[in-house]
């Protein structure tokens, strides 16, 4: 029942490129600026891309973002066991006078 | 180092009030915004509400408006979020987060985070 929709889990082999996608509405994706998060077990989120595809210092370039339309991209290359996270989006809704995040997308790394 | 420390977190039962606190350290506390986002256990982030720089405009989800007010004290660089009438559904980890943007009034991208505060609501 998020605003933002996330696919629950992607996977894909060490070494590749995977993507996750994060989808809203006009009221939210459609006219403001997309992050995302990073979160591991038991830890707080940490932020990978703002602006819907600057990353913070710090953050590889492994790390990437888009954005078209309503929707949103977070893209990892170079894929590592170290990426396996649960990945949120997030953006502001005008409507609600709100933030909103996706319902999470469990990464696995085969 | 930019430090944001949550406190106040506990058992409570349904119906009862009880005050987080979110001692800031690090950066210029009356330049950005700042947010409390929750984490139920098990489940995905949850914004919860945002404040701006100067305490001007303060902003709810509809899970919590009308229930929960969050406010600021710049003379103790410390966000707060009273919390009232609590139920078994605000239940979570408790996180407060900064803005990465400064002088803003509707603050949108939580940039830093603290460790978070448990909240249990039973009876």
């Known amino acids: 029942q998020s605003v933002l929709t996330q696919p629950p889990s992607v996977s894909a082999a060490a070494g590749q490129k995977v993507t996750i996608s994060c989808s809203g509405s006009s009221t939210n994706i459609g006219n403001n600026l997309v992050s995302w998060y990073q979160q591991f077990p038991g830890t707080a989120p940490k932020l990978l891309i703002y602006d819907n595809n600057k990353r913070p210092s710090g953050i590889p370039d492994r790390f990437s973002g888009s954005k078209s339309g309503t929707s949103a991209t977070l893209g990892i290359a170079g894929l590592q066991t170290g990426d396996e996270a649960d990945y949120y989006c997030g953006t502001w809704d005008t409507s609600l006078s709100a933030g909103v995040f996706g319902g999470g997308t469990k990464l696995t790394v085969l | 180092q930019v430090q944001l420390v949550e406190s106040g977190g506990g058992v409570v039962q349904p119906g009862r009030s009880l005050r987080l606190s979110c001692a800031v350290s690090?950066?210029?506390?009356?330049?950005?915004?700042l947010h409390w986002v929750r984490q139920a256990p098990g489940k995905g982030l949850e914004w919860v509400a945002s404040?701006?720089?100067?305490?001007?405009?303060?902003y709810y989800a509809d899970s919590v408006r009308g229930r929960f007010t969050i406010s600021r004290d710049r003379s103790k660089n410390t966000l707060f979020l009273q919390m009232s009438s609590l139920s078994s559904e605000d239940t979570a980890v408790y996180y407060c987060?900064?803005?990465?943007?400064?002088?803003?009034?509707?603050?949108?991208?939580?940039?830093?985070w603290g460790q978070g505060t448990l909240v249990t609501v039973t009876s």
């Open positions: 690090g950066f210029t506390f009356s330049a950005y915004g």
């Open positions: 404040i701006s720089y100067d305490g001007s405009d303060k």
């Open positions: 987060a900064r803005d990465i943007l400064t002088i803003v009034l509707i603050p949108a991208t939580p940039e830093i």
